[in-house]
């Protein structure tokens, strides 16, 4: 019923894509040898299109004759490794992890073709505990999903801003690296003071009723869609499609209607084997929002605030090039050829 459901919803924001599909363009696959395709994301509501696309079948539906390979992960930083073994051609991660792959790389390992969402991260304190100043994080524990993540390297700016060291012992702070569900558990325990976390645990954190939001990260971007170069050269029309269904749940998901609301609830419901609230998801979502623009300049200023805090070695970042707005803006044209595209 909930497929029926989420592809009623989505049908007339898709159409432009399959009525060109089927209008005589090309195959996917034809003259490309590309059949399968390994989609890696991590599974938080900040990837709410990627998740909901692929398991109420929507990029399947434009895609005949790949076969979808689906790999989730607790953290960008791991699926940065899993592109780097060549297991990964498609990417919905955060720009910290984006940076970091682009630069060990030298470029190689990806470019982002589009954005996906910005916002819905921030920083939650233990009710009790208001840190103002760099003293009040003495001795303290904060937990971030994964080292070297974007919440993570958030943290360690906002610490370095206030003169913090990120680094157990007298005077700093100690950053802990844990899972979503684990952090929320450690978090209720009194186990940490705090965390830098995206949407759903900020969320949760707050409805533990032991948590308060002291920054709402509202415009920084969370999630971007990265590829591998080689899928670019060999099949950029696929590239282009998979972009016309991400512009359609993106418009379809910021509407932030029942409808939507439902539909998020009950994908996620299924995707973790938990129950996911209509509750817990509207007010997840009013912090966060989903779009495909992407700025090259604020890459590189995230980039920069990574080196700053040491967690880019060498030389300082250049990450000129990894941005390739080809595939976005002829899937944009594509989309507005046809109807009901929605906008940004």
Same mark, same amino acid.
């Given at each position: ?74 953290? &960008? /930083?791991? @699926? #940065?490794?899993?592109?780097?073994? $060549? %297991?990964? +051609?498609? =990417? ?87 899972? &979503? /569900?684990? @952090? #929320?558990?450690?978090?209720?325990? $009194? %186990?940490? +003071?705090? =965390? ?98 992407? %700025? ?49």
């Amino acid at each position: 019923m909930w497929r029926r459901m989420a592809w009623a919803a989505l049908a007339p924001f898709v159409a432009a894509a399959l009525l060109l599909l089927h209008a005589g363009e090309r195959a996917v696959g034809e003259g490309t040898e590309v059949t399968e395709l390994r989609v890696g994301y991590v599974a938080s509501l900040v990837n709410a299109p990627v998740v909901v696309g692929l398991a109420r079948g929507h990029f399947q539906e434009v895609l005949p004759g790949v076969r979808l390979e689906e790999h989730a992960f607790g953290a &960008g /930083p791991a @699926l #940065v490794e899993a592109l780097f073994a $060549g %297991a990964i +051609d498609i =990417a919905y991660l955060g720009p910290s992890p984006a940076v970091n792959a682009f630069i060990r790389s030298g470029g190689e390992a990806l470019r982002i073709v589009a954005g996906s969402s910005v916002g819905g991260s921030g920083f939650v304190a233990a009710r009790g505990w208001n840190p103002q100043r760099a003293e009040d994080f003495f001795g303290r524990r904060v937990g971030t999903p994964q080292i070297g993540n974007t919440q993570d390297v958030s943290l360690r700016a906002y610490l370095a801003s206030l003169g913090v060291p990120a680094a157990a012992g007298e005077g700093g702070v100690h950053v802990v690296a844990v899972g &979503g /569900p684990e @952090l #929320v558990g450690l978090f209720a325990l $009194g %186990a940490l +003071d705090g =965390a830098w976390v995206p949407e759903p645990w900020l969320t949760r954190l707050l409805a533990t009723g032991e948590g308060v939001l002291m920054l709402h990260e509202g415009d920084l971007p969370t999630a971007f869609v990265a590829v591998r170069p080689s899928l670019l050269a060999r099949a950029p029309e696929l590239v282009e499609r998979w972009l016309q269904v991400h512009l359609a749940l993106c418009a379809l998901l910021n509407k932030g209607d029942d409808e939507a609301v439902a539909l998020v609830a009950a994908t996620f419901s299924e995707v973790w084997q938990q129950d996911v609230s209509e509750a817990e998801v509207r007010e997840a979502l009013s912090r966060l929002r989903f779009g495909w623009d992407v %700025a090259e300049a604020g890459i590189q200023a995230l980039a920069d605030k990574a080196y700053a805090v040491g967690l880019i070695q060498g030389a300082p970042p250049d990450v000129s090039g990894i941005v390739d707005p080809r595939p976005l803006a002829r899937a944009l044209v594509l989309r507005d050829a046809g109807e009901g595209g929605g906008g940004n």
